[in-house]
């Protein structure tokens, strides 16, 4: 579903950026290479910057994306509905979160498959964020959302709120500071769920929630990574097949953004010592902020 024209979103008429080019195919030439061709690049720089998302197309090998839903599965997916909810109960630090009726967000252990380099340093995906979000960009978060079937469609919501609530002007007017990137790691069509987002809502103000008549919905495929502005307005929806969905979300930030309101209680990431510790020196100075945090917030439950 397209956005109609009195939404009151700033979608760019100049650029001719709309729902139909958010979407930029990658090739594999630009997966081996580890970088989009310039048209690309400009493409997905424009959708981002107008619309608040874009979807890599194919920014994944299938295998990368394949022996993370393995990992997943070696993790969580002896769980069912009730036994995640059942996780989700114990008290803080506690790595699973309810978020709506049969949806978790979990904080996933960065080992086996999410520790790979192709994994959160992708390096065509570090390419590209580099120039939005500086060269000292951090991860500032790698957690999960599962949706079991009977999901409901989940609240319109921004990943944080705008900056600077006392200038409400300014909030939505600021460049991007955080990136949400989306990795399903199973194909999800509209049976299963996928994301709708509502284009250019990233440079709306705090206040009445658009209707989902207006959002832009597109199924995922695995390989896919969906760049999500961290203000832009979107909603899972409702799971009404009989899969179980798991997405990874790996948040990118400029060095001087952390995201202390969705991880009050909880780490934004868990990485074993030894791990972080044989990482490449740039990797580690990727995780250095949100290992921080991790450390400080305390172990978590890992049974």
């Known amino acids: 579903m397209a956005i109609g024209n009195d939404s009151g979103f700033r979608v760019a008429a100049s650029s001719g950026c709309n729902r139909l080019d958010w979407i930029v195919q990658v090739s594999h030439d630009e997966r081996a290479f580890g970088s989009l061709n310039p048209a690309n690049a400009n493409l997905a720089y424009t959708s981002l910057r107008e619309n608040g998302c874009v979807l890599l197309r194919g920014a994944f090998q299938e295998r990368i994306v394949d022996a993370m839903q393995r990992e997943f599965a070696k993790q969580y997916g002896s769980l069912d509905d009730v036994a995640m909810a059942a996780r989700s109960s114990r008290p803080a630090p506690n790595p699973v979160m309810e978020v709506g009726k049969s949806r978790y967000e979990i904080t996933l252990e960065m080992s086996g498959a999410f520790a790979a380099p192709e994994a959160f340093p992708n390096p065509l995906l570090i390419k590209f964020l580099l120039p939005l979000l500086g060269t000292e960009l951090r991860l500032s978060g790698f957690t999960a959302v599962v949706s079991y079937p009977g999901a409901t469609?989940?609240?319109?919501?921004?990943?944080?709120?705008?900056?600077?609530?006392?200038?409400?002007?300014?909030?939505?007017?600021?460049?991007?500071?955080?990136?949400?990137?989306?990795?399903?790691?199973?194909?999800?069509?509209?049976?299963?769920?996928?994301?709708?987002?509502?284009?250019?809502?990233?440079?709306?103000?705090?206040?009445?929630?658009?209707?989902?008549?207006?959002?832009?919905?597109?199924?995922?495929?695995?390989?896919?990574?969906?760049?999500?502005?961290?203000?832009?307005?979107?909603?899972g929806l409702a799971n009404a097949s009989a899969n179980v969905r798991p997405i990874a979300y790996l948040v990118?930030?400029?060095?001087?953004?952390?995201?202390?309101?969705?991880?009050?209680?909880?780490?934004?990431?868990?990485?074993?010592?030894?791990?972080?510790?044989?990482?490449?020196?740039?990797?580690?100075?990727?995780?250095?902020?949100?290992?921080?945090?991790?450390?400080r917030e305390g172990p978590r439950d890992r049974e």
């Open 153 to 235: 469609v989940q609240h319109i919501h921004r990943d944080h709120p705008h900056l600077f609530p006392d200038l409400p002007s300014l909030g939505p007017e600021l460049s991007v500071y955080a990136i949400n990137v989306t990795v399903p790691l199973i194909d999800v069509d509209r049976q299963t769920g996928p994301t709708a987002v509502w284009l250019g809502s990233h440079r709306r103000a705090e206040g009445n929630l658009p209707g989902m008549e207006s959002a832009t919905i597109e199924p995922f495929k695995r390989g896919d990574a969906i760049l999500i502005d961290y203000r832009t307005l979107h909603a």
């Open 252 to 295: 990118y930030a400029r060095t001087w953004f952390f995201d202390e309101i969705n991880h009050r209680k909880r780490t934004s990431l868990d990485m074993p010592l030894a791990t972080y510790l044989s990482m490449p020196q740039y990797t580690k100075s990727l995780l250095l902020r949100a290992f921080r945090h991790a450390i």
